[in-house]
């Protein structure tokens, strides 16, 4: 395996995720819908090709960071969101619950 020489998270608008790329490649997502001043996250994704390199952690680190930045709230319904922030209390104090009105407005807006 060889050493990535360039790493970079990117939020991606049009899109709904934050994307990180290794080399220019795509190796991983974070997707999210904003829901007023809240950012919800759903769902991330690691390509196997990238696996074990701890890009999950970096990726979900600088989304958060810019939301944070942002001035928004988090919302963790993805499951891996949701550990991440178990482990990184600097995120509690703009971390809300995950409510069941916040899970109806997702499915609406995937749907």
Do not use: N
């Amino acid at each position: 395996m060889t050493t990535p020489t360039s790493t970079v998270v990117e939020r991606a608008d049009e899109r709904h995720r934050y994307e990180i790329l290794v080399d220019g490649k795509l190796a991983g997502f974070t997707e999210y819908r904003d829901h007023e001043d809240q950012r919800v996250f759903f769902h991330t994704e690691i390509d196997d090709a990238f696996a074990g390199q701890g890009l999950a952690a970096r990726l979900v680190q600088e989304a958060l960071t810019d939301v944070r930045a942002a001035g928004k709230r988090i919302v963790p319904i993805c499951p891996y969101v949701a550990t991440f922030l178990t482990k990184h209390e600097e995120f509690t104090d703009l971390t809300d619950p995950v409510t069941p009105e916040v899970k109806g407005w997702l499915r609406t807006r995937l749907s």
